[in-house]
């Protein structure tokens, strides 16, 4: 069962898939409004931070999974950071690989999570909610992958 948090002062409970809906949220509702401004890759940069270390979040339910996530986030937050230190013409496109790569494994951790569940709570629902938008970014990573090469 998963664990929940009580927000303070009052007695609702999240689950662990409430940290990562907010974040998605935040992009998919904030991106369109910033796309124009300068400095939006960085935007988004802290944006994509927050849904890894949020993913990272959601599937520590199990230490296997926890320990696979942060293996595959790591070079992922490390490609995303390092264009900014350093440029390097392919580092655009590692960092789109070593995301799309993430976002599929946090979709099949998440969807079998989801399956294996018999009770449906609000977590569950919104662990589903998550599931398809990071369908929706791994797909979006792949095209980005497709468009730079």
């Known amino acids: 069962m998963s664990?929940?948090?009580?927000?303070?002062?009052?007695?609702?409970?999240?689950?662990?898939?409430?940290?990562?809906?907010?974040?998605?949220?935040f992009l998919l509702v904030f991106y369109p409004f910033i796309e124009g401004l300068i400095g939006i890759r960085l935007l988004i940069d802290i944006?994509?931070?927050l849904i890894?270390?949020?993913?990272?979040?959601?599937?520590?339910?199990?230490?296997?999974?926890f320990y696979i996530a942060l293996f595959i986030a790591f070079p992922t937050l490390i490609a995303h950071w390092y264009s900014y230190l350093v440029t390097v013409?392919?580092?655009l496109l590692a960092a789109k690989i070593f995301t799309a790569i993430f976002f599929a494994f946090m979709v099949v951790i998440i969807l079998?999570?989801?399956?294996?569940?018999?009770?449906?709570?609000?977590?569950?629902?919104?662990?589903?909610?998550?599931?398809?938008?990071?369908?929706?970014m791994m797909w979006a990573s792949f095209f980005?992958?497709?468009?730079?090469v």
Do not use: H, M
Not at 17 to 25: G, H, M, N, R, S
Not at 112 to 136: M, P, R, S, W
């Open 112 to 136: 079998n999570y989801l399956f294996q569940e018999k009770k449906i709570t609000a977590d569950i629902i919104a662990g589903a909610i998550c599931a398809y938008f990071l369908i929706g």
């Open 47 to 49: 944006f994509v931070t």
């Open 52 to 65: 890894l270390l949020s993913a990272i979040y959601a599937v520590s339910y199990k230490r296997q999974t």
């Open 3 to 25: 664990k929940e948090i009580t927000i303070p002062f009052t007695k609702i409970c999240v689950g662990r898939f409430f940290f990562l809906l907010i974040a998605l949220f």
């Open 89 to 91: 013409p392919y580092s």
């Open 144 to 148: 980005a992958i497709l468009e730079i």
